[in-house]
């Protein structure tokens, strides 16, 4: 199984950037896919999960600048980021989980860096 993630880079304060993620390698019933972030030197977080059938959760620091979406039948999942801040700066790693039943499974990308210069 293989989780990739791109779209990660560097942007100026007030830029935007759109990190996607190709989920491979077996067949995938319905999830959770996500996007957590580890800044330097601290614990990874949450940043927006989205189930397959659209229910939506955000940290409060990405309410209002961040949207999800996914493309159930490409096992993708989107994070579009809008008015970055330095805050945001972080290695952004994606996850798809099922765990409400059989098949488990709970998958974590390479992650992607992103970095947000003031």
């Known amino acids: 199984v293989q989780l990739q993630a791109s779209g990660g880079g560097l942007v100026q304060a007030g830029g935007s950037l759109r990190l996607s993620c190709v989920a491979s390698?077996?067949?995938?019933?319905?999830?959770?896919m996500g996007w957590y972030r580890q800044a330097p030197g601290k614990q990874r977080e949450l940043v927006a999960t989205?189930?397959?059938?659209?229910?939506?959760k955000y940290a409060d620091s990405a309410k209002g600048r961040f949207t999800i979406s996914r493309d159930n039948a490409k096992n993708t999942v989107y994070l579009q980021m809008d008015s970055l801040e330095p805050e945001d700066t972080g290695v952004y790693y994606c996850h798809v989980v099922r765990q409400e039943a059989s098949p488990w499974y709970d998958y974590w990308g390479q992650g992607t860096q992103v970095t947000v210069s003031s």
């Open positions: 390698g077996r067949a995938f019933s319905s999830n959770t």
């Open positions: 989205m189930t397959t059938g659209g229910t939506t």
